[in-house]
C-alpha cells in the first residue's frame, strides 16, 4: 500500500530523511516514532506527494513518485485521510460544514453529503455538536472533528501527524482508540508521534525514526 524504496528528500538547509526504506501494508496500524526533528512529517509529506523524493522512490497505492503528474496528485490524495496537528479547522463554519468539506470538493450530492456527515459524525462522538463552530470545542472535540473531516471520504489510508501533540494523556489515548476503531475496519493508520510513553504498551508496529535516519521497522 505505502512503499519508500531508499528514499532521501533534502532541504535546502541540508536536513531532511536519508536513503528511508520500509512498506506498509493495507490494513496495517503502524506508529512513526521520533524525537522533535526526525522527519516524521517529511515522511508523511513524501506519502501524500507534497515532497517528491531527490533519490529512490514512493509507491502508493498505484501511484509512483517517479511517474505520477501533477494533475494526477489529487487523485493520490482521495485515497488518503489527512489529520493535522493543528486542526485546520475553519472557524468560519460549523463542525458539519467543516466535516463535509473534502464531500463539496469531490462532488457528492446533497443527501449523501448530509448521511455521511452524520454517520461520522456520529462515529467520532460528535453528533449533538454538528451546529458547533470549531472555536466552541474544547481540543480533544477539535482533534476529532479533523479525524471525522478525515474520514469522510472513505480513505483506505489515514495519516496522522501527532494528532494527540497539544492533548492531556487520557483524551490522547482516546483519539488512539478512535483510530485503532477505525483501523479494525480495514483502513491503514499511519500515526507519527514523539510521545514514545503514550504508544509503546499498545501493541502496534512501530517505524522509529531519528535524525532522519530510520532505525527499526
Ligand atoms: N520546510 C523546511 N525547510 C527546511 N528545513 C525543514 C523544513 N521542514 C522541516 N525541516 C527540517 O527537517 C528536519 C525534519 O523535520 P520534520 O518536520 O520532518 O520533523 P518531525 O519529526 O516532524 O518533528 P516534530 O516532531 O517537531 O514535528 C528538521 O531538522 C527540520 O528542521
Ligand atoms: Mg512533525
Excluded at 66 to 87: A, E, S, T, V
Amino acid at each position: 500500500m505505502i512503499g519508500f524504496n531508499n528514499v532521501t528528500y533534502t532541504y535546502p538547509n541540508g536536513m531532511g530523511v536519508f536513503n528511508v526504506h520500509f512498506r506498509i501494508l493495507p490494513g496495517e496500524f503502524s506508529f512513526l516514532i521520533g524525537p522533535s526533528g526526525a522527519g516524521k512529517t517529511t515522511i508523511i509529506r513524501l506519502i501524500y506527494m507534497d515532497l517528491l523524493p531527490d533519490k529512490g522512490e514512493v509507491n502508493v497505492n498505484r501511484y509512483s513518485s517517479k511517474k505520477i503528474r501533477k494533475r494526477k496528485i489529487p487523485h493520490l490524495r482521495r485515497d488518503i485521510g489527512m489529520i493535522f496537528q493543528n486542526f485546520n479547522l475553519l472557524n468560519d463554519r460549523n463542525l458539519f460544514e467543516n466535516v463535509a468539506l473534502p464531500l463539496h470538493i469531490v462532488g457528492y450530492n446533497k443527501k449523501e453529503i448530509r448521511d455521511r456527515v452524520i454517520a461520522i459524525l456520529i462515529e467520532v462522538g460528535l453528533e449533538d455538536k454538528a451546529y458547533e463552530y470549531p472555536w466552541e470545542l474544547s481540543g480533544g472535540e477539535q482533534q476529532r472533528a479533523c479525524i471525522a473531516r478525515g474520514l469522510v471520504k472513505d480513505p483506505d489510508i489515514i495519516l496522522a501527524d501527532e494528532p494527540t501533540g497539544n492533548l492531556d494523556p487520557s483524551t490522547a489515548l482516546q483519539i488512539i482508540r478512535l483510530l485503532e476503531r477505525i483501523n479494525r475496519k480495514g483502513t491503514a493508520v499511519l500515526m507519527a508521534s514523539h510521545n514514545y510513553r503514550l504508544i509503546k504498551e499498545l501493541g502496534h508496529r512501530f517505524i522509529e525514526i531519528k535524525n532522519g535516519i530510520i532505525q527499526s521497522r
